[in-house]
């Protein structure tokens, strides 16, 4: 009975082990430290609902890109674009819609991986 305990504790930590690694593995990848940032920023427009928007974005170190900010007067819903001009679009960087409060609803493209 002991041995057969001993045997079902190794089991389950192992079990529990495996079952953290892939959201260990995920916090890994989403960490901001792994990607950098270029020093020139670039403007896109972007249709919303109520109009256009000039969203500022940066190249990262990887090749792709990331949204660095809205204008504050922003409004209506806005779709972040999958790719601009031809440039994967995978990271919304940190307070980029920061007092943009009229903004009714922003939508991501699947290829953001950062947030």
Known sequence: ????????TILLAGILA?????????????SPASLTASAETTVVTVETDQ???MLTYTALSDGTISITSCPTDAAGSLEIPATIDGTAVTAIGKEAFLDCTALTGIELSDSITTI
């Open 1 to 8: 009975m002991k041995r057969l305990k001993r045997i079902f």
């Open 18 to 30: 495996l079952t953290a690694m892939p959201a260990a593995l995920s916090l890994q990848l989403l």
């Open 51 to 53: 109009g256009t928007v």
